[in-house]
């Protein structure tokens, strides 16, 4: 898999003028059952990953949600709509709002037709208006559109972005590139729609059910750059690459295939299903999809039926709620039951977090093998996981837990219990000094490590992250655990071992003298995680 994450053209990150950075979404799904994380050879490049703001919403905070709050949080955001440019920034609008009731259940669509679009339309302003149409343009379902249909009939005056938004979307280009040892697919369109243009890639783990692993979405202007990238990142990873056009139809059932088995494996895992694939501006994997899915109903009916899939999702009774708009708060969401409520994330009006300096050791190991780390106690597990990595000198090859009191933390995997980690910040799960909890990666090997924070310090000049502390060489990946490194340091202390050619060919070293099993260096840690 390549390691590299959006493609950088015309000297930044893919924008429309007017508006966020669009992303690729960092997460990459692995296989079922305890397979290697990476999810196949990954064809496109990305920028790294934008550390997640803190969010007050209900879903993130655990308090509970007022309907008309949500309603007059919805309608107010019409407000901002008025000011926009390009009509793409009304369907990311509407984008983002179904893919956040999406994470409630199949429910969520009632309770859009028959409780939020009312109660937006009962608003009868430009604003309302404005969300109508954002609605209207993404969601599958004529409700959002009539509502708006019927205020601009009453006199409400339409957003300037309206008439471009209500000219056709014509399809350019349907692409399909695979990988020859088809473990993974790009799937890139491209949409006219007046006199702009835009494309989406998505790219499809074959290994996972032929499930979606990321979208980017571009300017159709940098089309012919985004083609380059493809090939050129194929050819770097040493990759034979194929491309066919497909007719409309056919790239709607791939589309959709890959949309499909993306949502059956994050269904019934809550709010941070979302919130994992979201960046700094808001944008992500979901929002995306839910943009990515209006589009496919431009194109013509697939030609056969959808693929099957296991059952994955369980509707939530959201109708009742918004029905009841106008009488007393909706009835509070159930906590799960089992564990502590997860505290809420920082508020920026909180300030800027402390600095932890944090121990993980990976237990069970004799002379102890340990890192002292100072990260912000706000760094969101996700990006946790990668500094534990870095510092003991892994891959990232292999599934990952953060086992906390609040429940179980990595990539969302229902089978597994796994909540998405992206969302949740160290400081949620380790609020005070003292407090511990588990990391295990690799679920053959079992590297298991407990992760203590020993001090809240003050924010100095940094870097951060950065390691401060240690000892010993981490364990070669793939060894056999605890008791399989202890075997192999045996086995290169002696050359008469019958095995110790063979260990020495498989580390890649022509001498067991170039393996220290003592060796640690803070500064080299430092600058690698600075990297």
């Not at 979405?217 to 940098?222: A, K, L």
């Not at 229902?414 to 160290?426: F, I, Q």
């Not at 909890?437 to 000049?461: C, Q, S």
Request: charge should be negative; glycine fraction near 10%.
């Amino acid at each position: 898999m390549l390691s590299v994450d959006l493609v950088r053209v015309a000297g930044g990150a893919l924008r429309y003028p007017g508006w966020k950075t669009v992303p690729v979404s960092p997460r990459s799904r692995g296989r079922k059952g305890g397979k290697s994380r990476r999810s196949g050879p990954r064809i496109l490049r990305a920028l790294p990953p934008v550390e997640s703001g803190a969010c007050d919403c209900p879903a993130c905070t655990g308090e509970d949600l007022d309907p008309q709050q949500l309603i007059d949080d919805l309608v107010a955001g019409g407000a901002e709509l008025l000011e926009a440019e390009d009509p793409l920034e009304a369907e990311l609008f509407g984008a983002a709002f179904l893919a956040a009731g999406g994470v409630a259940g199949d429910g969520f669509a009632d309770a859009l037709a028959e409780g939020i679009v009312p109660a937006v339309a009962a608003q009868a302003d430009q604003r309302s208006l404005a969300v109508l149409l954002a609605l209207g343009a993404v969601a599958d379902g004529s409700a959002a559109a009539d509502a708006a249909t019927m205020l601009a009939g009453a006199g409400v005056p339409a957003p300037a972005w309206a008439s471009e938004l209500a000219e056709p979307v014509r399809v350019a280009l349907c692409r399909r590139f695979s990988i020859a040892d088809g473990t993974a697919s790009a799937l890139l369109c491209t949409f006219d729609r007046g006199s702009s243009s835009h494309g989406f890639l998505l790219h499809a783990d074959h290994t996972d059910c032929h499930a979606a692993v990321d979208i980017v979405i571009f300017p159709g202007e940098v089309l012919g750059e985004v083609l380059d990238t493809l090939q050129k990142d194929a050819r770097r990873a040493d990759l034979k690459m194929t491309a066919e056009d497909l007719e409309p139809a056919e790239f709607r059932w791939q589309t959709e295939r890959a949309l499909d088995a993306r949502a059956v494996h994050d269904a019934d895992l809550g709010p941070d299903a979302l919130a994992d694939d979201d960046d700094a501006d808001g944008l992500g994997y979901h929002q995306l999809a839910a943009l990515l899915r209006a589009r496919m109903r431009t194109l013509p009916e697939p030609p056969r039926p959808p693929a099957p899939h296991d059952e994955g999702s369980s509707p939530l009774d959201m109708l009742t709620m918004f029905r009841q708009l106008a009488a007393a708060p909706g009835t509070p969401r159930q906590r799960r039951a089992g564990t502590p409520k997860l505290p809420a994330k920082r508020k920026k009006s909180s300030g800027t977090a402390p600095i932890y300096q944090i121990k993980v050791a990976l237990k069970e190991t004799k002379p102890p093998i340990w890192r002292r780390l100072e990260v912000p106690a706000d760094t969101s597990l996700a990006k946790l996981h990668g500094i534990i990595q870095t510092a003991f000198g892994w891959e990232d090859a292999h599934l990952h837990v953060f086992e906390t009191a609040y429940g179980d933390f990595g990539v969302a995997d229902r089978e597994l219990g796994h909540r998405a980690e992206a969302p949740v910040t160290l400081e949620q799960v380790a609020p005070a000094e003292g407090d511990k909890f588990g990391y295990t990666y690799d679920f053959g090997d079992n590297w298991t490590h407990e992760i203590t924070v020993e001090k809240a310090l003050d924010r100095g000049p940094g870097p951060y992250p950065r390691c401060t502390g240690g000892r010993r060489a981490a364990p070669p990946e793939d060894c056999g655990g605890v008791w399989g490194y202890a075997d192999l340091l045996e086995i290169l202390a002696d050359p008469a071992h019958p095995e110790h050619e063979e260990r020495l060919e498989w580390l890649g070293l022509d001498s067991s003298a170039d393996f220290d099993p003592a060796r640690f260096n803070a500064a080299d840690i430092t600058r690698a995680l600075t990297k």
